[in-house]
T-cell receptor, first 116, second 112 residues
Framework: NAGVTQTPKFQVLKTGQSMTLQCAQD?????MSWYRQDPGMGLRLIHY???????DQGEVPNGYNVSRSTTEDFPLRLLSAAPSQTSVYFC???????????????FGPGTRLTVL | RKEVEQDPGPFNVPEGATVAFNCTYS??????FFWYRQDCRKEPKLLMS???SGNEDGRFTAQLNRASQYISLLIRDSKLSDSATYLC?????????????FGTGTQLKVEL
């Protein structure tokens, strides 16, 4: 199993450009999520999904869109990049626990994004 | 108030020392608790889940105190390789379902 994969590993954008961060998992996990990590801020939840066709906002959703057309893929779209979106982005997946909550999170290696 | 709070540290300890971190959570209905380890410029990885009765894995012990709403992580006989950032995570009940929320992490540096 490849686990959780993310592409690209590094990206530099100019303000106003758009791009999609890719995330895929091959563990048949129902739950997938996107976090951004900034110094001193920890991991902040952007969007999450509890299954194909279902997405919801996390703590910091503004400026980001997601979709979940398949169980395996959960892309994150930046429609118009801003310098404030410079960060490290992690995708994660997990099974849903008995209480319908996410269980152990498996993280991808991260995408380091710089917006100039 | 943040949903999950941790002392950012750094905690600088000598090799062989015992060190403990706490993590407080604000939602009394929080259901599940975890400790993750994150090495520099790497992704977080699960260290251990935290059970109501507490649990131990080698040199690591995790405890849950529901009355005071915190979880703790105790590391005994610290090794240089334990140097990392330790993140706590809590499943928080929301109107639309449950979601996992992380603390900002506590940095541990184990020194010779």
């Amino acid at each position: 199993n490849a686990g959780v994969t993310q592409t690209p590993k590094f990206q530099v954008l100019k303000t106003g450009q758009s791009m999609t961060l890719q995330c895929a998992q091959d563990m048949n996990h129902e739950y997938m999520s996107w976090y951004r990590q900034d110094p001193g801020m920890g991991l902040r939840l952007i969007h999450y999904s509890v299954g194909a066709g279902i997405t919801d906002q996390g703590e910091v959703p503004n400026g980001y869109n997601v979709s979940r057309s398949t169980t395996e893929d959960f892309p994150l779209r930046l429609l118009s990049a801003a310098p404030s979106q410079t960060s490290v982005y992690f995708c994660a997946s997990s099974y849903m626990g008995r209480s319908l909550g996410p269980h152990e999170q498996f993280f991808g290696p991260g995408t380091r994004l710089t917006v100039l | 108030r943040k949903e999950v709070e941790q002392d950012p540290g750094p905690f600088n300890v000598p090799e062989g020392a015992t060190v403990a971190f706490n993590c407080t959570y604000s939602n009394s209905a929080s259901q599940s608790f975890f400790w993750y380890r994150q090495d520099c410029r790497k992704e977080p990885k699960l260290l251990m889940s935290v059970y109501s009765s507490g649990n131990e894995d080698g040199r690591f012990t995790a405890q849950l105190n529901r009355a005071s709403q915190y979880i703790s992580l105790l590391i005994r006989d610290s090794k240089l390789s334990d140097s990392a950032t330790y993140l706590c995570a809590v499943i928080v009940l929301t109107g639309g379902g449950n979601k996992l929320t992380f603390g900002t992490g506590t940095q541990l540096k184990v020194e010779l």
